[in-house]
Each structure stands twice: as structure tokens, then as C-alpha cells.
Nanobody, 123 residues
Framework: QVQLVESGGQLVHTGASLNLSCAAS?????????VGWFRQTPEKDRDFVIS????????YSADSVKGRFTISRDNAKNTVFLQMNNLKPEDPAVYYC???????????????WGQGTQVAVSA
């Protein structure tokens, strides 16, 4: 069992950077899970953003965020981060982190989810 809590979402200007955190608690450390970030708007289903495998350096990322978003882990803090650079008007959404047994682009493969954090981007 893992509990995930996202934080760091806020309103920023286009072109700005933002760092989201996903803090975990529970019996199994987050370092034993693949972790993914997804985002959702009222108009769309939950979309894949980026994910990190737990036992290798494998990372998957959506084409729309390649070169702008990176994922990293601090295992000592049981936390995963999403660094978002050069934010664009199409990036606003509720951002969710999730944990899975292995890396995937598909929300259905993720077992544990946080409650989400809102990111807004103004022109």
C-alpha cells in the first residue's frame, strides 16, 4: 500500500518553470515502483506525461513534453519530482502522480494515485 500526495501546482506565466512533487508514504518505498505523471482537463481523458522505471534508468515521455519536462527521484525523501520548463498554454491541467509495478504509458497499469495538483498557465 502506497499513499501519494502531489504538491507544487500553481498559476504561472507562459514560458515559466514549475517543479511538482509527489511524496509517498506506506509500507513499500516509492523506489520499488515505477512512477508516472499524468494530466487531465475537464475536456479530456487522463493523458500520459512521463514515467520512470524503478529498477533502471528507463524513462518514457509524451512527445508534447519531450525536451521540456523531466522526472527525477529522491529515494531518501521517498519523493518523485516533475520539472516542467517552458510551460505552454496547452499544459494547464490537474497533474497526478501514480505508482505501478513496472513502467507504462497507460493509466490502467497504475495501482496507486495521488489526488492531483492544479497547474495553470497564463499568457
Amino acid at each position: 500500500q502506497v499513499q501519494l500526495v502531489e504538491s507544487g501546482g500553481q498559476l504561472v506565466h507562459t514560458g515559466a518553470s514549475l517543479n511538482l512533487s509527489c511524496a509517498a508514504s506506506g509500507r513499500t518505498p516509492l523506489s520499488r515502483y515505477a512512477v508516472g505523471w499524468f494530466r487531465q482537463t475537464p475536456e479530456k481523458d487522463r493523458d500520459f506525461v512521463i514515467s520512470s522505471e524503478w529498477h533502471s534508468d528507463k524513462i518514457y515521455s509524451a512527445d508534447s513534453v519531450k525536451g521540456r519536462f523531466t522526472i527525477s527521484r529522491d529515494n531518501a525523501k521517498n519523493t518523485v519530482f516533475l520539472q516542467m520548463n517552458n510551460l505552454k498554454p496547452e499544459d494547464p491541467a490537474v497533474y497526478y502522480c501514480a505508482a505501478a509495478p513496472c513502467i507504462s504509458r497507460y493509466p490502467s497499469q497504475y495501482v496507486y494515485w495521488g489526488q492531483g495538483t492544479q497547474v495553470a498557465v497564463s499568457a
